[in-house]
């Protein structure tokens, strides 16, 4: 507390611990509490949060709140409610905090310690004060309080050993955690069964690193809750501690059945009772006899709720397939009726107006002849013959005329359609001079970058010289013209046909490469490859192949010999015998 107070502290944590070092000692629980809304105010994991624990350190306040689990809170105002709250005060700090050197090594080998210890105190005087309150209706409310009380203490003792690993064998080792353990109170007792399967969840080694004593004492009283006592929390919560042991624990499946062999019988008594798996897990682990058959009826169990879930999930996926299938084909067969009765209607709609239309023109030409008819009869005598020559070289006419507007639209339709293929011919013809434009320029034009790899000026210069001393001894033989040109021919298209080859060749050549520089490093690779039981992740990772083909030929491998591995010894024998057999017939077929 003699501390000099830097500027950049938090003024509460100073000002709580000056009121601290001057009250008395019964209001100092009363003080501390003011800790939850100093904690809570910055996130949790924050630097202000780190900070604030660290001057929690520098000003001892931890270790006053450390002694203060000590005394008797029945004194206190809200007695055992303000320990509780101490108790997830400390949780919180002591989880959170992070130290350096000294302090650190200080914090962990005797503040923790001290911390778990005194939680543990607190948690039994809870306990004999909630076993001496009476079960009446009438307190009923004092029993839940207390209750809850001293679920808070276990729980922060589980907060602590959760932040810290290694204090989780010193929960176990606690003489305390024993004395709750044996208690007849049947909810308290809960409580503690209930937090042994945490701190093992936390650190899964504990159980192979304490003393066996310690551990068979503790599954002494599970074994001795699970068969005398009739009360079904504390029969679930024993049965799910058992098992938690049995796994992280193997040895202990051998110990729970040769020692506790009778115990199977009285696990009748719990049938029924709402912990029905556990209760069978439990059977058949004292029915297994050892820890490697339990292992195995364990994996086989697996195996089968793997399996079952995986057909549940197939058979669903395959009904949600059927459902959609049968939506669909619902769907599809309403929309087709709709279209083809729409069709009908259509149709029938066609028909209809066709009718109308054919009575329409029957009318109008009904009407036509009556009008003609009236007429000829007002015509005098004389006068019908010409009538009647004058409406038959109007109709004429009007056939006429219908034919030629005909005719003269078909021809300008057909006329259209020429034109149109014309068009389309000069497309195509102008598409295939610039095709054939640019192939002949690619064949006229050498690229530079398909020269002959390793050609350098020092190579192109050697290869002159050994073209003009063959020159020299081997003169040309023809002379004229006609054979000249016969010659360059022939060495143009054996010029032409290596450059068309040339580029095919290269990829050929670079992929060679890439893949003998591949095959150097992976022997390189395979020569420098560890131990099996030195490897690494990193190793694997760089072992692994990426390419599908390859791995799925080591799972086949890899699996095959699992298989013969599985097999009896007579039955490797009997198959090694049939290799060497087939192999001399071989030789002896060769």
Not at 180 to 185: G, Y
């Amino acid at each position: 507390m003699s501390r000099y107070a830097s500027p950049d502290r938090d003024k509460r944590i100073l000002n709580l611990a000056g009121e601290i070092a001057d009250t008395k000692d019964r209001r100092v629980p009363i003080l501390l509490l003011s800790l939850k809304g100093i904690l809570s105010s910055v996130p949790v994991g924050s630097k202000e949060a780190i900070k604030f624990r660290q001057e929690i350190w520098d000003y001892n306040l931890l270790h006053v709140l450390i002694l203060v689990l000590k005394q008797d809170f029945s004194i206190v105002d809200n007695d055992w409610q303000t320990a509780a709250s101490l108790a997830a005060i400390l949780s919180q700090v002591c989880a959170g905090m992070e130290l350096k050197g000294q302090a650190r090594n200080k914090f962990e080998t005797e503040s923790l310690p001290e911390a778990i210890n005194n939680l543990f105190l607190l948690a039994r005087r809870i306990q004999t004060r909630y076993s001496k309150v009476p079960n009446v209706t009438a307190i009923q409310k004092e029993r839940q309080r207390l209750m809850v009380c001293y679920r808070g203490v276990l729980e922060s003792i589980t907060y602590i050993a959760s932040g810290h690993v290694a204090i989780c064998r010193n929960v176990i080792e606690s003489p305390w955690l024993l004395q709750l353990l044996i208690s007849d109170d049947a909810d308290t007792v809960a409580g503690v069964m209930d937090l042994l399967p945490k701190i093992l969840r936390v650190n899964r080694k504990l159980l192979k690193e304490l003393n066996p004593k310690l551990v068979n004492s503790i599954m002494d009283e599970l074994v001795y809750k699970l068969s005398v006592n009739n009360e079904v929390p504390i029969g679930a919560a024993a049965t799910k501690c058992v098992l938690r042991i049995c796994d992280f624990y193997k040895p202990m499946v051998d110990t729970l059945c040769t020692r506790y062999r009778g115990v199977r019988p009285l696990l009748g008594k719990w049938e029924g009772k709402g912990f029905g798996k556990d209760l069978k897990d439990l059977t058949m682990l004292l029915q297994a006899g050892n820890a490697q058959m339990a292992e195995l009826e364990q994996l086989t169990r697996a195996a089968v709720i793997i399996q079952t879930r995986w057909r549940s999930y197939i058979t669903r996926v395959k009904l949600q397939k059927a459902n959609k299938a049968f939506t669909k084909f619902h769907r599809t067969y309403r929309k087709k009726k709709t279209m083809m009765e729409k069709r009908k209607e259509q149709a029938k709609e066609a028909m209809e107006l066709q009718r109308q239309l054919k009575l329409n023109r029957q009318r109008i030409m009904r009407d036509f002849k009556e009008k003609q008819l009236q007429s000829i009869e007002i015509l005098p005598a004389a006068k019908v013959e010409g009538y009647i020559q004058k409406e038959e070289s109007n109709a004429a006419v009007t056939i006429q005329r219908m034919w030629r507007g005909h005719h003269v639209r078909k021809s300008n339709k057909e006329r259209i359609d020429m034109a149109k293929q014309v068009k389309a011919a000069i497309k195509i013809q102008q598409a295939v001079k610039i095709w054939l434009e640019r192939l002949e320029k690619r064949k006229k034009k050498i690229r530079a970058e398909l020269k002959p790899p390793g050609l350098n000026e020092l190579r192109r210069v050697e290869l002159q010289k050994e073209i003009r001393a063959y020159r020299e001894e081997n003169p040309a033989r023809y002379c004229q013209k006609e054979d000249l040109e016969m010659i360059h021919n022939k060495a143009s298209e054996m010029l032409a046909r290596y450059y068309m080859t040339a580029r095919p060749n290269r990829e050929k050549q670079t992929h060679r490469e890439a893949l003998v520089a591949r095959i150097d490093r992976d022997s390189e690779l395979l020569s420098l490859a560890p131990d099996l039981n030195q490897a690494t992740e990193k190793d694997m990772e760089m072992f692994s192949s990426r390419s599908v083909p390859v791995s799925m030929k080591a799972k086949t491998d890899h699996m095959a010999q699992i298989e013969i591995l599985r097999k009896p010894w007579y039955k490797k024998l009997v198959d090694q015998y049939m290799d060497k057999e087939y192999e001399e017939e071989d030789q002896i077929l060769f």
